[in-house]
Nanobody
Framework: QVQLVESGGGLVQAGGSLRLSCEAS????????VGWYRQAPGKERESVAG???????NYVDSVKGRFTISRDNAKRTVYLQMSSLKPEDTAVYYC?????????WGRGTQVTVSS
């Protein structure tokens, strides 16, 4: 079983920045793809950004140019640097680790952007 712990969420004003972290408990991390997802109240969970085990990245259009995903395999951690935050970025942010056909989810961290 892999444990994922997200951190770094909080309350920030529009235009501000936050850096989220997702730390994994297992060394399979370095062979895994990791994604950040978010879910706003009353909405479905959506993919925000992803990074493969080899470092390739992808982003949903609404965050391109504002968010950056990165990973540090030595720390078993994936980061999501969020800049120019907007009120519509408000959500609970989750990370997901995919290893083979198995997915593991963290419990999430709340991000609230005030206008």
């Amino acid at each position: 079983q892999v444990q994922l712990v997200e951190s770094g969420g909080g309350l920030v004003q529009a235009g501000g920045s936050l850096r989220l972290s997702c730390e994994a408990s297992s060394s399979i991390f370095r062979l895994s793809d990791v994604g950040w997802y978010r879910q706003a109240p009353g909405k479905e969970r959506e993919s925000v950004a992803g990074i493969t085990w080899s470092g390739s990245t992808n982003y949903v259009d609404s965050v391109k140019g504002r968010f950056t995903i990165s990973r540090d395999n030595a720390k078993r951690t994936v980061y999501l640097q969020m800049s120019s935050l907007k009120p519509e970025d408000t959500a609970v942010y989750y990370c997901k680790l995919s290893y083979g056909v198995t997915n593991y989810w963290g419990r999430g961290t709340q991000v609230t952007v005030s206008s």
